[in-house]
């Protein structure tokens, strides 16, 4: 089992301004967003709609008043993040969470296409 991600990625700094527009906190579109590709979703539209299909459940783990972001919030966010923190944040996470299982196995593609500029895709499985 995954430990809980939140902790992990607790110092990424959020890239937005802070100010009274600011709706979802980062802690919230980044759990949403790991969650739902950890189950298979793979692009923003998708994600929002898992996010929505699974309120009830973020709604118990996660302070949400102002509800699930859309697909563009996501993007946006994600799009604006620094990588390399994230990409530490990220190993930190995996590191703990499998230091009991014998193999793990990432998997990641990244997307180039003009549709689609900086598109990632990670699937996971642990062992």
């Not at 189950?39 to 118990?60: I, L």
Request: proline share 6%.
């Amino acid at each position: 089992m995954l430990n809980d991600p939140r902790e992990f990625f607790a110092k990424l700094n959020d890239p937005r301004c802070q100010n009274k527009n600011l709706y979802h906190p980062l802690e919230n579109v980044i759990f949403i967003a790991l969650t739902a590709f950890i189950c298979g979703y793979n692009d923003w539209m998708s994600v929002e709609d898992f996010a929505k299909e699974n309120r009830s459940w973020f709604e118990k783990v996660l302070n949400m008043p102002y509800g699930i972001p859309s697909h563009d919030t996501f993007g946006n966010v994600m799009k604006m993040i620094d990588k390399d923190h994230f990409a530490l944040c990220f190993a930190h996470w995996m590191t703990e969470s499998v230091k009991d299982h014998t193999h793990i196995a990432i998997d990641g593609i990244r997307y180039s296409p003009m549709s689609r500029p900086n598109y990632h895709k990670i699937k996971i499985e642990l062992g």
